[in-house]
T-cell receptor, first 114, second 110 residues
Framework: KAGVTQTPRYLIKTRRQQVTLSCSPI?????VSWYQQTPGQGLQFLFE???????NKGNFPGRFSGRQFSNSRSEMNVSTLELGDSALYLC?????????????FGSGTRLTVV | QQQVKQSPQSLIVQKGGISIINCAYE??????FPWYQQFPGKGPALLIA?????SEKKEGRFTISFNKSAKQFSLHIMDSQPGDSATYFC?????????FGSGTQLTVLP
């Protein structure tokens, strides 16, 4: 079956712009989580959605937001981009978000802010 | 309290050797301890995972050893192969949130 699909794969934006990233989870998975990966900070949790509701949020500023649609697809938005937002943004899907079923990651969206 | 500390940062082993990566955690509420493997240009892929009520889990060449009292766990890769060369992350889960270690870049020499 198809894995987690993230689009676009690469993105270049300028400071103060905003960006929207998309994630399509594995069919049947209802939980979608987002992570930011940078060389300096490593992998950090952004937020988790289940059935269109945000259930958990990491320690990121309000410029980072997300949503989930009724088909479980999710988007994350970053407004007023800063150079430090350059990172690989990873989406992970899970059947229900619990440890019983694990998390499957997509290949990520590489965002470069110039 | 959410931190997971991972060592070493990099590891070089010969083909056929044993690779050992260690992690330590502080928060005793963590309820699941997975290891992920990441190749360049790809997202992390689940390798093996363990719950805190189990001391060891083996899947093929990969073994997790878990020491609850010491709050430490480790990944052992037996008979390491060049194809195992990748970055390995330990993680711990609480409330549907993965807290990752800083990663270990493993290089297996042919």
């Amino acid at each position: 079956k198809a894995g987690v699909t993230q689009t676009p794969r690469y993105l270049i934006k300028t400071r103060r712009q905003q960006v929207t990233l998309s994630c399509s989870p594995i069919s049947g998975h209802r939980s979608v989580s987002w992570y930011q990966q940078t060389p300096g900070q490593g992998l950090q949790f952004l937020f988790e959605y289940f059935s269109e509701t945000q259930r958990n949020k990491g320690n990121f500023p309000g410029r980072f937001s997300g949503r989930q649609f009724s088909n479980s697809r999710s988007e994350m938005n970053v407004s007023t981009l800063e150079l430090g937002d350059s990172a690989l943004y990873l989406c992970a899907s899970s059947l229900d978000g619990t440890v019983n079923y694990g998390y499957t990651f997509g290949s990520g969206t590489r965002l470069t802010v110039v | 309290q959410q931190q997971v500390k991972q060592s070493p940062q990099s590891l070089i082993v010969q083909k056929g050797g044993i690779s050992i990566i260690n992690c330590a955690y502080e928060n005793t509420a963590f309820d699941y301890f997975p290891w992920y493997q990441q190749f360049p240009g790809k997202g992390p892929a689940l390798l093996i995972a363990i719950r805190p009520d189990v001391s060891e889990k083996k899947e093929g060449r990969f073994t997790i050893s878990f020491n609850k009292s010491a709050k430490q766990f480790s990944l052992h890769i037996m008979d390491s192969q060049p194809g195992d060369s990748a970055t390995y992350f330990c993680a711990a889960t609480l409330a549907r949130q993965l807290t990752f270690g800083s990663g270990t870049q493993l290089t297996v020499l042919p």
